[in-house]
């Protein structure tokens, strides 16, 4: 069983950082491939990142690429997503989603299993 929860989202200024992190409370955290979406109100929800079971393999939507990273601890059963120069644009619910498949998706049809999102609000 996988159960996701999100925590570290907030209000902060233009050009701020934050690190979200994503715990699953199961057992089976290592042979899933995780990702990263956010929705904005109003907006379909999109991809932001992706890391591959072993963290060898990671992704990025081309909105957050250099600004933002997304690492993996297994032993912690932990995904985090740091990010950093945060603009207003980035203002969402983020969402972690672990993936059966150990391959890159940008569709979030493709997830198995969601958390319930953070609200991270970028003000300018």
């Known amino acids: 069983q996988v159960q996701l929860v999100e925590s570290g989202g907030g209000l902060v200024q233009a050009g701020d950082s934050l690190r979200l992190s994503c715990v699953d409370s199961?057992?089976?955290?290592?042979?899933?491939?995780m990702g990263w979406f956010r929705q904005a109100p109003g907006k379909e929800r999109e991809f932001v990142a992706f890391?591959?079971?072993?963290?060898?393999?990671?992704y990025y939507a081309d909105s957050v690429k250099g600004r933002f990273t997304i690492s993996r601890d297994n032993a912690k059963n932990t995904v985090y997503l740091q990010m950093n120069s945060l603009k207003p644009e980035d203002t969402a619910v983020y969402y972690c989603?672990?993936?059966?498949?150990?391959?890159?998706?940008?569709?979030?049809?493709?997830?198995?299993?969601w958390g319930q999102g953070t609200q991270v609000t970028v003000s300018s």
């Open positions: 199961g057992r089976t955290f290592s042979t899933y491939a």
């Open positions: 890391v591959s079971r072993s963290s060898r393999n990671t």
């Open positions: 989603a672990a993936r059966f498949l150990n391959a890159l998706s940008r569709s979030k049809n493709d997830y198995n299993y």
